[in-house]
């Protein structure tokens, strides 16, 4: 009989365990670094996620900054034309309300520390019924009034010194200060 074409094999008995390529230190080692790298890996992409949000958080915020900042500037814009005009009517009274507090406290500071106190007033015709009311005020003290200053003006002179209260520069000062408010808002 000729030689068989095929070999069979009998399965019934084990075949022999292969001789071990690794220690159980090499194993342990190769698992301890297995898990060091899918640690790192892990760290890694938790990291990179971190910086995405922060990213996206970092980009929403500088929108809503600029949405503000326009917001403010429509706002202004719109509130200019009617603050000026307000400006324009409220700013000579309040000019004159403040020249009229200020000039009253002066002349009470300077009657309670100047005796006997004489002074010389120079103001605008416009001015005369005020300052006439103040003087009243101070009965003790003697004051020489000259009504025929500029308008707008009250020019107080005491033993050398000179006070110029001016009514125009006043309103221009809350003017400049308005109009700096408006242009230093956020545009």
């Not at 503000?68 to 700013?91: K, N, T, Y």
């Not at 002074?119 to 004051?143: I, N, V």
């Not at 050398?160 to 956020?186: C, K, N, Q, V, Y």
């Amino acid at each position: 009989m000729a030689a068989a074409i095929l070999r069979l094999q009998s399965f019934d008995q084990p075949l022999p365990l292969p001789e071990a390529m690794f220690t159980q230190a090499d194993l342990d080692a190769a698992h301890e670094r297995g898990a060091s790298a899918g640690a790192a890996q892990a760290h890694d992409a938790q990291l990179a996620e971190i910086i995405s949000r922060l990213s996206a958080l970092a980009a929403t915020i500088r929108e809503a900054a600029d949405r503000r900042a326009a917001v403010q500037a429509e706002v202004i814009a719109a509130l200019a034309p009617m603050l000026l005009a307000f400006a324009d009517g409220a700013l000579p009274i309040l000019a004159q309300c403040r020249l009229e507090a200020a000039l009253r406290q002066e002349l009470q500071r300077l009657a309670d520390t100047a005796t006997p106190l004489a002074a010389r007033l120079c103001c605008g015709p416009d001015q005369s019924a005020t300052l006439q009311q103040c003087l009243s005020d101070l009965p003790d003290a003697t004051f020489e009034l000259d009504p025929t200053g500029p308008e707008g003006t009250v020019e107080l002179a005491v033993a050398g010194g000179r006070i110029t209260f001016d009514r125009a520069a006043l309103a221009e000062s809350f003017r400049a200060l308005l109009m700096e408010i408006l242009d230093g808002a956020p545009q």
